[in-house]
DNA sequence: TGTACATCAGTGAACGCGCGTTCACTGATGTAC
DNA sequence: TGTACATCAGTGAACGCGCGTTCACTGATGTAC
């Protein structure tokens, strides 16, 4: 054997520390939440010195930035799952959906983690704004797919958001107990989702029809 | 001049310290957002020694949940001003939240701190849950109010649900950058804000009505 | 009305802690010749 | 193929910091008699 190796049998140098920083990040946020999510913590998780991952990242933040990024990426694909797996139109969105709030609650600290980073810049993650086969713009297209070609696109554009938005405050208060009755009526948690975002995907124009003026 | 008094001019026995902590504990979120929230900085804020917090409050948290109680307790006055200023009841729903997301907007720390009290407690604040008068019953009673007859008690509150998770939403998203392009052409932030929640409010039945099966 | 005394609500110093970051360093690697 | 050397990616100790909380204390207040 060439190579030095620590007490734990690593090479000096460990070949792929950056990839090693985020993925030991997002094993704290798992088994200890946000508040544990250190830079300390993080190089100690990883079993490198504190000092290690200032050769990957520029400070703590970029590595939360790069945490958030491997998070929305996981997202995209759990709602891309999910619109694949459901050909129905009119059942496609809320499917989106409750994928979406599962995931926030399968991995509810990477979620948040998500979400501050996205409140300090004042933007949703690059590869998930409004770019072809982005999660934004598979909502988008949803709803798109599923309105009457009398929708005007820039309702599509607000479904989608209020869209996202509801998805967004289930994922924050879907545990809250105050609810706890109303699931139970509903068939469990799953059910509850469904028929809470069923109630999204709704036009001005549909509104019309349906209640007539206010 | 019978009491001694520190170099403020205060006396020594402060009178209504507790609420001065909540009050300074305000004042820094407003100025230096919720990551400068420390009991020592409320303390210093405050303009006592550090000790002194815990002759009012168990520790840290408790002071917290004080403050966030205090937010929803402004949050439930603004909205309930929305609502008796807006007799029309296919307008009061939108009006309401336009309140709620413009509120969470003025005092964002302070709406932070809210949020993450309740998460903490798996739950709103008592006096937000299902009292009468409470924000939450404002909300389901404009809905009950708005909706036709035929609309079952049960899609009532997930109505309610759904538009309480989508300002939610709003409130934490309403700053993103890609939404700027779309408020341009709506007028401005609050047109916005109301064309997003507009679409919101729908019932299942009238949602057959308008599109038909899936 | 005075006084002794319990209680309340402050003080300020100190505790140990973990943090983000920097520093001089060194082991390992890659490359030019 | 060997060697000198620049560069890369680690180490571990140290920096100053602010934190939450505790402690023994003391000034002020209220109350029983």
């Given at each position: 054997m060439r190579e030095a190796a620590t007490v734990e049998n690593r090479?000096?140098?460990?070949?792929?520390l950056r990839r090693a920083l985020v993925d030991a990040a997002r094993r704290i946020l798992e088994n200890e939440?946000?508040?544990?999510?250190?830079l300390r913590a993080v190089a100690r998780e990883a079993g490198v010195?504190?000092?290690?991952?200032y050769h990957h990242f520029k400070d703590k933040g970029e590595l939360l930035e790069a945490v958030a990024f491997v998070g929305w990426d996981a997202l995209g694909e759990a709602m891309t799952a999910a619109k694949e797996r459901t050909p129905d139109l009119g059942a496609r969105m809320t499917e989106i959906g409750v994928a979406y709030v599962q995931f926030s609650q399968a991995h509810p600290a990477l979620y948040r983690v998500m979400y501050d980073c996205s409140r300090d810049k004042d933007e949703l993650p690059e590869g998930l704004q409004?770019?072809?086969?982005s999660a934004y713009c598979q909502v988008r297209e949803t709803f798109r797919a599923f309105a009457?070609?009398?929708?005007?696109d820039v309702d599509i554009e607000l479904a989608t958001i209020a869209a996202w938005c509801a998805a967004h405050g289930l994922a924050e208060m879907?545990?809250?107990?105050?609810f706890d009755p109303l699931k139970q009526g509903l068939g469990g948690e799953e059910g509850f989702l469904r028929a809470v975002l069923s109630?999204?995907?709704?036009f001005p124009a549909a509104r019309a029809k349906a209640n007539g003026p206010g």
């Open positions: 090479p000096y140098h460990h070949g792929d939440g946000p508040s544990a999510l250190s010195s504190p000092a290690a991952p409004d770019k072809e086969d009457g070609p009398e929708v005007a879907n545990s809250f107990k105050q109630h999204l995907g709704m």
